[in-house]
């Protein structure tokens, strides 16, 4: 099936540093989804977005649609120990079809 | 809290048993799925349903099935003709109809075939 390409695929970094990450895709979305997962549990809803060329920001945490429609950017922030996790994207096509990154894993050194 | 509860959280099958995931939503929404998580791999889908007594499969439903006889209840069966059954499994839910909507994720279950 199809994926969508998510970089970079691994970080560590040091605590107070500020991440980026982005998804990409040869197709358009109508919607940019960013999920913070843990390990053995469910993906967490970050943001949503729904225009080309909008950016939204949930605390930390800031994300843009791409103009293209087809990227979108995570930005992390002033990194913390509980930033620690597994980012994924997911682009939505059509009303019930959902295109997936297979994750950025964040690792922050305190 | 309106959330979407998946159970069990853990679940151990003997090949050629089948088993059975529930998962229940109070967040009012028409639209469920049920996605495969494997590590490396985005989110596959499994099958999904659009409202009560429907359901569609997704991209790799061989050797899986549901049922959606009520609005909050989309029980996923792993029966023994899957042949790579141990995953972990994420229920998921929607507003039906919209092509700009955010999709929301229970806890998660995780299937290991002994």
């Known amino acids: 099936g199809q994926q969508l390409n998510q970089s970079p695929q691994s970080m560590f970094i040091q605590e107070g540093e500020d991440v980026s990450m982005n998804c990409t895709s040869s197709?358009?979305?109508?919607?940019w989804l960013w999920y913070k997962q843990e390990p053995g549990e469910g993906p967490v809803l970050l943001i949503a977005l729904y225009k080309a060329g909008e950016l939204t920001s949930n605390g930390r945490l800031t994300a843009q649609f791409g103009i293209t429609r087809k990227d979108s950017f995570l930005n992390i922030s002033a990194s913390i120990p509980s930033d620690v996790g597994i980012y994924f994207c997911?682009?939505?096509?059509?009303?019930?079809?959902?295109?997936f990154g297979t994750g950025t894993r964040l690792k922050v050194l305190a | 809290d309106g959330g979407i509860t998946q159970s069990p959280k853990y679940l151990f099958r003997k090949e050629g048993q089948n088993v059975t995931l529930s998962c229940e939503q109070n967040l009012n929404h028409d639209a469920m799925y049920w996605y495969r998580q494997d590590p490396g791999q985005g989110l596959r889908l499994i099958y999904y349903s659009q409202i009560v007594n429907d359901f569609q499969k997704g991209d790799i439903a061989e050797g899986y099935s549901v049922s959606r006889e009520k609005k909050e209840s989309f029980p996923l069966t792993v029966t023994s003709a899957q042949k790579n059954p141990t995953a972990f499994y994420l229920c998921?839910?929607?507003?039906?109809?919209?092509?700009?909507?955010?999709?929301?994720f229970g806890e998660g279950s995780r299937l290991t075939v002994l």
């Open positions: 997911a682009g939505q096509k059509g009303t019930y079809k959902y295109i």
């Open positions: 998921a839910s929607s507003i039906r109809g919209r092509d700009t909507g955010e999709l929301f």
């Open positions: 197709s358009i979305f109508n919607t």
